[in-house]
């Protein structure tokens, strides 16, 4: 017991001894710089790692924030192609359609003013649009408007000083008088019904309507010349419980496309 006792306490004061002179010669110069040496080695490598890295990073998202700049400049040209290309194609169509009426007054006595569209059916108007002609212009509620080939879009509803509201043919409001191609006399009276057809009513059970056939104004309202194109009949039915035909009658205007439009100042 006595002997592992000492050989413990020398033990012991060894290892004090020992971490002592470690101690002592960590404070040399010597030591120190060998030190610095030794770990700078160590340490160079990583330092010039991270500084690569460093670099390749800032490279990477430099690159990467360019290449997002170069993409929103890109997507900013379509944009700018596509709005170009949209108002040529509106211009194009303007231009069209003028000529159409140009052409048709041309080959008419009635006096006639090119309107263009300046908005559609709001929610308080609906079917109906805005066009940029008024009073001083000589627009009056009631008169006829009209699209390319003398084709009857709807009438004049409200007039501005400088502008009017026109109502489309579909309106529920739309009454105007109507008959066959090539006939004289009023045949019946066109609906509007809120929706691409319309109805042509009071049409007598005898009288001979086919598919196809082609609608016109009557010229039985004072505002409304004859033979302004309406549409053609898609369906006739008979119902043995009224004294007339119930015949629908789907409009030639595609009004979501029209542009410019006529307005019928006068007979």
């Known amino acids: 017991m006595r002997r592992e006792g000492t050989r413990w306490a020398l033990t012991a004061l060894g290892v004090l001894s020992v971490g002592l002179g470690l101690t002592l010669l960590a404070r040399t110069a010597f030591v120190r710089g060998w030190g610095s040496w030794v770990f700078g080695w160590m340490e160079r490598p990583l330092v010039l790692l991270d500084a690569e890295v460093g670099e390749r990073g800032e490279v990477f998202f430099a690159s990467r924030k360019e290449l997002a700049n170069q993409l929103q400049e890109r997507e900013q040209q379509l944009m700018d192609v596509a709005r170009q290309a949209a108002q040529w194609e509106q211009a194009s169509r303007e231009v069209e359609e003028t000529r159409a ?100 009513s009071f049409v007598p059970q005898e009288t001979e309507v086919a598919q196809n056939d082609v609608v016109v104004t009557s010229g039985a309202d004072p505002l409304i010349p004859q033979n302004l194109i309406i549409g053609l009949v898609r369906s006739v039915e008979k119902d043995p419980n009224t004294p007339f035909l119930n015949i629908l009658v789907e409009s030639l205007v595609d009004v979501s496309a029209t542009t410019m439009v006529g307005v019928v100042t006068g007979l």
């Open 101 to 200: 009426l140009l052409s048709y007054t041309q080959n008419t006595t009635l006096p006639i003013v090119a309107a263009r569209v300046l908005g559609r059916s709001a929610p308080e108007f609906p079917d109906t649009f805005l066009i940029d002609r008024g009073a001083s212009d000589g627009v009056r509620v009631e008169q006829p408007v009209i699209g390319q080939d003398h084709l009857l879009i709807g009438t004049v509803q409200e007039v501005f000083a400088e502008t009017a509201r026109v109502k489309l043919l579909r309106h529920a409001d739309t009454r105007i008088g109507a008959t066959l191609l090539g006939q004289r006399e009023t045949l019946g009276v066109i609906e509007g019904l809120f929706e691409p057809l319309l109805r042509l």
